[in-house]
């Protein structure tokens, strides 16, 4: 395991490096914080041990780095006791620990030894599946980042009443499942979920998939059909990409969400429907009213209950779950792994296609591939658009790795034995990577 000392005080760093290095873990110094970020840019690092208190960026401003760069490591903070309220605050922004100076080697052991548990665990462990309580329901929901617990939350506690429900994110954020998980979860399960899709039918269309139609009400209307709402009745309704609605039907839908009333097509005689309401759209709806393109009344009626989902990007610590669930669907889970490399630009990468776009990439890359290892060179071959998050810098990790391998030989004359010493791997493994980077 490879561990990140940042710390100003070189006595400390010495003695820390030394003790850590004699329990058997790889170390690599820096005196300050941007060296620190700078090196952890270069290196795969499992966990960071930095000062709070330093030069050149503070120890929090190294956590975001670190959490920024690469989410699956871990962090602790080293705090004077005068600091404790601040490095308690660091805690919430996402570091694993903290240990008070001066630092007792065997209480920061411990630590480590404890946090390297728990990512072997994770390691080995399935992805984790956020599963209801309730047997013999089935649907699922991916994560463990802050976030998503925080949106389940609040997901089994509206679930219980029949309160109209607002769902907001971008495309290919898991919308529908969070509709299904809700469903589910209500005493309305044991009737139908019905969805629409709004955005998929013109408005003649719709005002009858929504509302049914009556014999002869319009050409092709060749017998009475109920619409989706008397089919959900006693049930749900999720009708996604609400945003993309017309005037016309959002005057039609507010009376259905105000008093569970509305009118087929061709008829003026009103049916009520006991139906509960979950929408969801990719639109900024304030700024679509703000344009005259929403109805501000219809947005208050809807918007009982928020969930905003989250872009791939900001739960960059799902990824590797979502992918050990991926392939666990494909039952690849025991035959094919990613590399580090791999799956650290996995999580570096943007996702503009979210969730959708990262199970679609698993699938090609599991069908494309030659041995049970992916590596990030499979990843240049099938996606070589497949581009890292601007937050992550613009370079990928090979990137970095023949860089610095530049740096380290540049400043030894070329000499491969003492860059290899320093850089901590097999003078072959060097003289392999120079002839990979053609240095």
């Not at 290095?21 to 790889?26: D, L, M, Q, S």
């Not at 309580?133 to 802050?146: Q, R």
């Amino acid at each position: 395991m490879r561990l990140l000392l940042v710390e100003d005080n070189q006595n400390q760093r010495e003695i820390l490096s030394g003790f850590l290095a004699k329990n058997g873990f790889n170390v690599i110094s820096a005196e300050d914080g941007e060296e620190g970020i700078r090196l952890f840019q270069e290196n795969l690092v499992d966990i960071v041990i930095t000062d709070f208190r330093m030069p050149r960026k503070n120890g929090l401003e190294v956590l975001r780095a670190v959490r920024r760069i690469n989410p699956l490591a871990a962090v602790i903070i080293i705090t004077a006791f005068s600091d404790v309220n601040d490095a308690v605050s660091v805690i919430k922004e996402g570091a694993m620990d903290y240990i008070l100076k001066p630092v007792n080697l065997q209480e920061l052991l411990t630590k480590i030894k404890t946090i390297r548990s728990q990512m072997e665990i994770q390691k080995e462990s399935s992805a984790l599946l956020y599963k209801i309580p309730e047997l013999g329901i089935s649907a699922t929901f991916v994560g463990k980042s802050k976030k998503i617990m925080d949106i389940l939350s609040i997901v089994e506690r509206v679930a219980a009443n029949s309160a109209t429900v607002l769902i907001s994110g971008e495309s290919g954020t898991g919308k529908e499942m969070i509709a299904e998980i809700i469903h589910q979860l209500s005493p309305r399960r044991q009737h139908k979920l019905v969805i629409v899709s709004c955005a998929a039918l013109p408005d003649t269309l719709l005002e009858s998939e929504l509302f049914g139609h009556l014999k002869g009400s319009f050409t092709g209307a060749v017998s009475d059909r109920k619409g989706r709402f008397e089919e959900a009745d006693g049930g749900t309704i999720f009708l996604d990409e609400i945003g993309d609605i017309s005037p016309l039907i959002q005057v039609k839908l507010l009376r259905v969400v105000q008093n569970m009333t509305f009118e087929q097509v061709g008829s003026s005689k009103p049916k009520t429907v006991n139906v509960r309401i979950i929408a969801a759209t990719n639109k900024n709806l304030e700024d679509e009213i703000a344009k005259g393109s929403f109805r501000e009344d219809l947005y208050y009626r809807l918007n009982v209950v928020p969930i905003h989902l989250p872009p791939l990007r900001e739960r960059k610590d799902d990824i590797p779950l979502l992918i050990d669930h991926f392939l666990e669907e494909l039952n690849m889970k025991d035959s094919i792994s990613f590399s580090p490399e791999a799956l650290l630009k996995m999580v570096s990468c943007h996702w503009p296609g979210n969730i959708r776009q990262l199970q679609n990439t698993v699938t090609r890359l599991v069908t494309l591939a030659r041995n049970d290892l992916i590596t990030i060179e499979n990843l240049d071959d099938a996606f070589p658009g497949l581009e890292e998050s601007e937050e992550s810098g613009d370079r990928s990790l090979a990137g970095r790795e023949k860089e610095h391998i530049k740096k380290v030989l540049d400043s030894c004359g070329d000499n491969q034995l003492k860059a290899a010493k320093i850089l901590g791997i097999h003078r072959n493994t060097l003289a392999r990577k120079i002839k990979e980077f053609n240095l």
